[in-house]
């Protein structure tokens, strides 16, 4: 937990603090919703805009709340314009960022859509020669090639990965793809976690974020996006502001106020044992990353140091009894870290007889060292990556996806930015967070592998 903080006005996003004055006042609750439904959808209005709100409220939200109680200091945006990097100045001082992250998947859907039609056509052509006579096929063939048509291929094994991945996420797979963002937020200023590979683990915990300057970060993001997905990833770990977490997520995914659904919203932990099984009961339909990192817990304690109190078989039987509870898959984050601290192939064979058989999604996360110059690991050895995923993927049947980078020419790892403007918390990156290279989960449609061209897989045998 971090210094206690006294901060006068309270966020009016707090929603807990707002109905607490709301009853003090007099004040009838049943307006607050309408009140948020308002400010969302009319931005740049107050509380004094909102129709017929009462005069106890009005009065009480004058006297104590203030529509933003934090400040938007500065934003970065890359050159391909897909990130934007957010400064956010907390009323007592401090500072945090939050990245939001562009994408536009509709032409891997697209792909995919003529993938399955292609495969369709073949099936219905088989179909057909079974149905007809046996030199009817070859007479087919025999006219293809006079027009000058080669007889379509079927798809390799990179299309089948696809499918495979798709299906372990249910629902997913019928989105269509689009236009969309990602916010990544801040949930403490600085992180008790301690992670070799993190800069803000080096920081200790400095303060715990109130839950309305949680939802003051999707605030500020909603100015410059349309925001659709929000991941825990930012500075902190999460579940150590468990109540400032739980209730900000409950304000982001309310369908009176921001309606983001839930499975939308990915909370990241390295693994706080207790709270993650809370989790299950108190946030249902929401996503989890696990920030795993290593196979072993010999190797994770070096890497993760919060691991010596909350151990693997525990860590995975939490994750497992999470499971059972909520029937949801679970992202596993894990950072490369190379030449050969976590990311040869021994590791890979351990970490895929970690995971076999669960119901998990692993997210490879080359590090690169550019991006955290001050931190000594160094990259993967080339191919290592590669070889890692092949390993996960097709012997032990472990869904899995490699990173791509975003936004590496605007300061890469998360907290950059409060660096450079002389803030009191230093370079962020947490656990493998937003932004950049050292990157992380985004939402579940970037998760899963984009199908390969027929042309592509065939070239690639």
Known sequence: MGKRRVLSPNSVWDAAAVEEAFKAAGANTRHIPRMYNHLIRHPGSTWRDVPDLPKAAVAVLDAV???HTTKLLGAQRSSDGETTK???QLQDGLQVEAVIMEYDNTERYAAAAAADQEQREQQQEQDAAHAQPPHAA????????????QPKQQAGSDEDDFH??????????????????TLCVSSEVGCAMGCTFCATGTMGIIADLTAGEIVEQLVHASSVARIRNIVFMGMGEPLNNYSAV??????MTDPRAFGLRRKKVTVSTVGVVPRLLQLADDMPGVSLALSLHAPTQELRQTIVPSAKAFK????????????????QSVFIEYVMLGPDVNCTEE??????????????????????????????????????TAAFHRILRHQYGVNCTIRQEKGQDISGACGQLVLEHGGQAGASGGKGGCGGGKGGLTDVEDLLPPPAAPAATAAAR
């Open 246 to 251: 739980k209730a900000a997520v409950s304000m």
């Open 164 to 181: 495979d991945a798709m299906s372990s996420l249910g629902e997913v797979y019928s989105l269509q793809g689009g236009r969309r963002a």
């Open 138 to 149: 070859e007479q087919r063939g025999q006219q293809q090639a006079q027009q000058g048509q």
């Open 347 to 384: 590791h890979a064979h351990q970490l895929g007889a970690l995971l076999r058989g669960r119901d998990v999604l692993v997210n490879l996360i080359p590090w690169n060292p550019i991006l955290s110059p001050s931190i000594s690991f160094r990259a993967p050895a080339e191919g290592a």
């Open 65 to 67: 709340f203030a529509l």
């Open 312 to 327: 693997l078989d525990r860590l995975m039987g939490a994750v497992d009894e999470y499971q059972r509870r909520t029937r």
């Open 86 to 88: 957010l400064l956010v």
